[in-house]
C-alpha cells in the first residue's frame, strides 16, 4: 500500500521507535513521517531465511536505523545488550502497529511518553492475538479497532481511541482487514501519535465488563468444524478461519479410500432451493453436496452453508469440482515460454527470498496478501496476459503456477477440457472434432428419450452425423438451468466488465477457432467456405467484439422530476436484464444469427436457451464449446438441438422464459408471437420475411449496379432474410441491364463450397430446393420470361442454377412471395415514374430492407424516407454491420439485431423516485 503523500504538519512532532513487522508497519512509518515525526529507529524480526521483513528493508531505504531482535527476554529478564540498542536511538514515544513478540517493560515504560499499541479489535472484547478471527466466528455485529497505552497485561492497557464498522454477511478475515482494520488503522495511529504530541490523548481505563480474552488459533484442535453447530454458526467459524489458518474437516474424495484433512473457504448462508448435485462424504455430519456453486453443508438447524474453494493436501480446489480426479497438467513449453518461466522463478525469488524449487508453496513459504498483488502484477507484465490473485490462491505451488500462467498465456486453448461424445472426421485439410448432444448446464448430454434427427452435407447429400433432439423436459432442464445461472450463479455477480473480459476471451476463441468453425458451417449448411470464414465467422467474431465492449456502458439516467415541496425528490431510471432468454435461429446463417442475438443478450447479463435450426446445428454446438474454454459459468449458455415444433414451441411456451428471440418465416413468427401472447406475455423480437425491392434508376452507375444487384440476390447463394426479392429497372436501362446480368451470372462458379474457386454452393437442404424448383416453374406459367438457370445443376448435391426471370407483373405470386433462394425476379418500370415505383415497391406486407441505384442525392434522400423498409442502402447492398441496428417494418417483424438499440431488446427499464 504505497504512502500517503499529503503532508499534516504537527505542533509538537515526536521521536519515535516503531517496534513490530508487516507491511501494515511500514505504512505507519510512511504516515507518522508525512505527519512530520521522527523516525529514529525500527525494531523488528530477524530475517527468515533470506527473506528480510518489509519494514526493515522499506527503514533501510529511507535511511532510519534498524535493529533485528531475535529475543528480547531471556530468563524473563531483558538482555543487557538490546535494552541498551534500543535505549541508544532515545525515543519520546514506542509505537507497535503490529508486532508479534513480547517486549520488556524496560522497554515499554523508557520513552517519556511510553508507548501505544495496535489492536485489530474494539477492546475490551478480544483480546489476543487472534482478535480478528474471533470477531467473525463469534457473530459479531461491529468490528474495530483500538488504540491503547501499553502496560504489564495482555492488550489491558488505556484505551486512547476507538474506530469501528459493520461487519458484512460473508465479510472475511481477509476482507475486513482489508475494507477497514488496514487503511483506517493507518491513518488511526497517525492520529494517535499527533494526540499524544499535542498533550490531548486520553487514557480511558479498560471495563473487565464484556471483556474476553481468546486463544490464538494455532492448535489443530481450535481449527476443526463442530458439527453441532447452526448453519449460521458454521459460517461464522468457516470465515473466522479465511484465508488463515482454514477451518479444517475431514472428508473422502473420491479418487481417495481414506478421509482426508480439507480447510473450507469462501462460506455464504445458502437461502435458495437445495440443488441436485453429487454427495461427498464428510466425517462427523451428513454429506455434503457438490453443485456448480460450490459445497454445501448442513448445519445442525438443518439449514445450510455453502463454500466456494477447498484445500486438500496443500492444493486449493474449487469446490464445485470436488468430484473431479485432480491430475497434473502437462504442457510442453516453447524456447521463449522457457525464458519467461526462468523469469518468473526470478520473481519467485525475489519476493520469497528463498531458492524456488518445482514444489515450493507460495504461501508456506512465507508469502501474505501483499505478496500475491506484487506477483500477479510483475507476471502479468511478463507474459502480457490477465492474471489475477484467485491464480495464485488456486495454484500456489510454483510448477502449477507455471503452466496456468503457459495456458493464460496461450489464450486458453486445452485450459479447459470439454467432455462430450464427438464426431471426429477430416474435411478441408483439417481435423474436425465437434459435438452432437445437447448442451445443458455446462454439461453435454443425450437427450431424455435418446432421440437424434440425422444431420446432412448438401454438397454430398451424406449423412455427417446423428444429433440429439431435445424434448420438452429437455428444454425444461434447460431453462431451469439458465433461470439457476441467472438468479444464483456466479453470472448474476460478477461485474459487467468481468463479463464483457469474459465476451472478449469467447470472441478470441472463436477466432482462434475460425477455419475449424467455418469448415464445420460449410460443411453442414453447404456455406462458400470463403464467405463462411469472411462473414458467416468474421461478423460474428466482431459481433461478440462489439457487444463485449458495451457490457459495462450499459446505464439508466436521472430525470429532472417536480419536488414534493418543502420535501426534494431524486427520480432515476437504471437497465436491468429480463432473465432467461429464448432464441430460436434460422439455417441461413447458423453461427451468425445465434451471434447476433446472443451477444447483446448476454452482454445485457441475461443467460439463455437457444434451439438452433434443426438441419444445421453443428456449429452452434462446437459454439458451446468453446463457451466452456472461455470460462462462461455453467447454466448461463444452453443449447437444445431438435425440431421447432417440440424444442422450439416448448422455449415459446415456457413460463420463466422472459423473453424470446425469433429469426424466420412470418408463418411460424406468428405462432410463436401468440405463443409467447399465452404462455407469460413475454418480450418478443422478430425478424421474418422479407420480398426487399431494389430500384436501379437509369442514372446510375451500370457497372455497379449490374455488380451488386447481383449479390443483392445470389449472396450466400440467396439464403439472405435481406435479399433483394425484386428488382425495379427504370425502362431505358432494362434491357442492358438483362444482358449484363446473364452474361455475368453465367460465369459463376458452382462446385464444392470448400474449394477456394468457388462462388456459389449448394442450397441449404433438399426440402428448400424443391422449393424453389417449383417458384421458378409458378413463375413462367404466369408469364415471367426465364433469362437464364431455374434447373437443379447436374451433379450430386443440392445444387441449384443461379436463376433470372424478367418479365415480372405485379400480380404474379414470384412479385409477392420470398423465394429464398437464388432466383433474380426483374420488373421494369416507366421512365421518371419514380412515385410509381415507389407506390409498387411499398405494395408488400414485407418491409426489412430496401435498396436503390442513382448518381442524384435528392432522388436517394426522397426514395429512403418514402420506403417502408427497415434498412434503406444507396448505390451498395449487403453493407451490414455490428453497430448498424437491422430489423424490419410491417410483416418483417419488429425488434432490433446489432447496434446500441438491440441491447434493449434484452434489457428492462425501471424508474426508481425517492424522497428526502
Not at 570 to 575: A, C, V, Y
Not at 587 to 592: C, D, E, S, T, V
Amino acid at each position: 500500500m504505497p504512502p500517503n503523500v499529503t503532508t499534516v504538519s504537527t505542533v509538537s512532532p515526536l521521536k519515535v521507535a516503531i517496534i513490530g513487522q508487516s507491511a501494515f508497519a511500514v505504512d505507519v512509518m510512511h504516515k507518522l513521517n508525512q505527519h512530520g515525526h521522527i523516525i529514529v529507529g525500527v525494531f523488528t524480526i530477524v530475517d527468515k531465511g533470506k527473506r528480510e521483513d518489509p519494514l526493515a528493508k522499506a527503514a533501510a531505504e529511507n535511511d532510519i536505523p534498524v535493529f533485528k531482535i531475535k529475543l528480547w527476554r531471556r530468563a524473563g529478564k531483558p538482555i543487557p545488550e538490546v535494552l541498551e540498542q534500543y535505549k541508544s536511538v532515545n525515543a519520546d514515544l514506542n509505537v507497535l502497529p503490529y508486532c508479534s513478540q513480547f517486549i520488556p517493560m524496560e522497554v515499554i515504560n523508557y520513552p517519556r511518553l511510553k508507548s501505544i499499541c495496535y489492536h485489530p479489535s474494539i477492546l475490551p472484547r478480544h483480546r489476543g492475538a487472534s482478535s480478528i478471527n474471533w470477531t467473525l466466528i463469534c457473530g459479531d455485529k461491529k468490528a474495530g479497532l483500538s488504540i491503547f497505552w501499553a502496560d504489564d497485561g495482555l492488550d489491558t492497557g488505556p484505551i486512547l481511541l476507538q474506530e469501528e464498522c459493520d461487519v458484512q454477511e460473508n465479510d472475511t478475515v481477509d476482507t475486513i482487514y482489508k475494507r477497514f482494520l488496514y487503511p483506517v488503522g493507518v491513518s488511526a495511529v497517525a492520529r494517535a501519535v499527533d494526540m499524544v504530541a499535542d498533550g490531548n490523548a486520553p487514557k480511558v481505563v479498560q471495563s473487565e465488563k464484556g471483556a474476553t480474552y481468546d486463544p490464538m488459533l494455532n492448535k489443530p484442535e481450535l481449527q476443526k468444524i463442530d458439527w453441532n453447530k447452526t448453519a449460521l454458526e458454521l459460517h461464522n467459524f468457516i470465515r473466522g478461519m479465511d484465508s488463515v489458518p482454514g477451518a479444517s474437516c475431514l472428508m473422502k474424495l473420491p479418487d481417495s479410500a481414506d478421509y482426508q484433512e480439507a480447510l473450507l473457504f469462501g462460506s455464504s448462508l445458502w437461502k435458495t432451493a437445495i440443488p441436485i448435485g453429487k454427495e461427498i462424504l464428510i466425517e462427523g455430519t451428513k454429506p455434503g453436496i457438490i453443485h456448480e456453486e460450490g459445497l454445501l453443508l448442513t448445519g445442525s438447524d438443518g439449514d445450510y452453508v455453502n463454500v466456494k474453494r477447498v484445500k486438500i493436501n496443500g492444493r486449493m480446489k474449487n469446490a464445485s469440482v470436488l468430484d473431479q480426479i485432480t491430475k497434473q497438467v502437462e504442457i510442453e513449453l516453447t524456447p521463449e515460454e522457457i525464458v519467461l518461466i526462468e523469469s518468473v522463478r526470478a520473481v519467485w525469488e525475489a519476493i520469497l527470498n528463498i531458492d524456488i524449487e518445482d514444489d515450493t508453496d507460495f504461501f508456506a513459504s512465507g508469502a501474505g496478501s501483499m505478496d500475491v498483488v506484487r506477483l500477479v502484477e510483475e507476471v502479468k507484465e511478463l507474459f502480457k496476459t490477465e492474471l489475477e490473485n484467485e491464480d495464485v490462491f488456486m495454484a500456489p505451488v510454483f510448477s502449477e503456477f507455471c503452466v496456468n500462467v503457459v495456458q493464460k498465456s496461450r489464450g486458453g486453448k486445452g485450459e479447459i477440457k470439454v467432455e462430450y461424445r464427438a464426431i471426429e472426421m477430416e474435411a478441408n485439410k483439417m481435423k474436425l472434432r465437434f459435438p452432437c448432444q445437447l448442451f445443458i448446464n455446462g454439461e453435454f448430454m443425450d437427450a431424455e428419450d435418446g432421440k437424434t434427427t440425422q444431420t446432412v452435407n448438401p454438397a454430398t447429400e451424406e449423412v455427417i452425423c446423428d444429433v440429439q433432439c431435445a424434448s420438452k423436459n429437455d428444454v425444461d432442464k434447460a431453462v431451469a438451468a439458465a433461470k439457476n445461472a441467472f438468479e444464483n450463479g456466479e453470472w448474476s455477480k460478477i461485474s459487467a466488465r468481468e463479463r464483457g473480459l469474459m465476451l472478449f476471451k469467447l470472441a478470441d476463441l472463436m477466432q482462434e477457432y475460425k477455419e475449424e468453425l467455418a469448415t464445420i458451417e460449410s460443411i453442414d449448411s453447404g456455406a462458400v467456405y470463403t464467405l463462411a470464414l469472411k462473414t458467416h465467422v468474421g461478423m460474428s467474431i466482431e459481433t461478440w467484439r462489439y457487444f463485449a465492449g458495451w457490457a459495462d456502458k450499459i446505464e439508466g439516467s436521472t430525470l429532472p422530476v417536480s419536488h414534493a415541496r418543502p420535501n426534494r425528490n431524486l427520480s432515476f431510471t437504471k437497465k436491468e436484464p429480463i432473465g432467461v432468454c429464448g432464441l430460436v435461429t434460422p439455417w441461413n446463417y447458423p453461427l451468425m444469427m445465434l451471434s447476433w442475438k446472443m451477444a447483446a443478450c448476454l452482454a445485457a447479463g441475461n443467460t439463455v436457451v437457444i434451439k438452433p435450426a434443426q438441419v444445421c446445428p453443428l456449429t452452434a454446438l462446437k459454439f458451446a464449446e468453446l463457451s466452456v474454454k472461455a470460462g462462461i459459468p455453467p447454466g448461463v449458455i444452453n443449447v437444445v438441438t431438435g425440431s421447432g415444433s417440440v424444442a422450439g414451441q416448448a422455449i415459446a411456451d415456457h413460463p420463466h422464459v422472459r423473453k424470446l428471440g425469433f429469426t424466420g418465416s412470418t408463418e411460424i413468427g406468428q405462432v410463436i408471437m401468440k405463443s409467447c401472447a399465452e404462455s407469460n406475455l413475454k418480450k418478443v423480437s422478430l425478424e421474418l420475411g422479407g420480398k426487399s425491392p431494389l430500384v436501379i434508376f437509369s442514372d446510375c452507375d451500370l457497372d455497379k449496379a449490374v455488380r451488386l444487384g447481383m449479390q443483392s440476390v445470389f449472396f450466400n447463394k440467396g439464403e439472405n432474410c435481406i435479399a433483394a426479392g425484386r428488382i425495379f429497372v427504370e425502362d431505358s436501362i432494362h434491357d442492358e441491364f438483362i444482358r449484363r446480368v446473364v452474361q455475368e451470372t453465367r460465369k459463376i462458379q458452382i462446385g464444392d463450397p470448400l474449394n477456394r474457386s468457388t462462388s456459389h454452393g449448394p442450397q441449404n437442404h433438399l426440402a428448400h430446393m424443391k422449393k424453389l424448383l417449383e417458384y421458378v416453374e409458378i413463375g413462367v406459367k404466369e408469364g415471367a420470361k426465364l433469362e437464364y438457370g431455374g434447373k437443379r445443376v447436374n451433379r450430386k448435391g443440392y445444387f441449384f442454377e443461379p436463376t433470372v426471370l424478367s418479365h415480372v407483373e405485379d400480380h404474379m405470386f414470384i412479385a409477392k412471395e420470398e423465394s429464398f433462394g437464388p432466383i433474380m425476379v426483374v420488373s421494369r418500370f416507366s421512365n421518371g415514374d419514380m412515385d410509381g415505383v415507389l407506390k409498387r415497391a411499398n405494395t408488400t406486407e414485407y418491409g426489412l430492407a430496401s435498396g436503390v441505384f442513382t448518381k442524384d442525392i435528392s432522388k436517394a434522400l426522397r426514395f429512403a424516407e418514402k420506403i417502408e423498409a427497415g434498412t434503406v442502402f444507396v448505390n451498395t447492398y449487403n453493407k451490414t454491420d455490428v453497430a448498424a441496428p437491422f430489423g424490419g417494418f410491417k410483416q418483417s417483424g419488429f425488434g432490433k439485431d446489432l447496434g446500441r438499440e438491440a441491447l434493449n431488446e434484452y434489457l428492462k427499464t425501471k424508474c426508481v423516485t425517492i424522497e428526502y
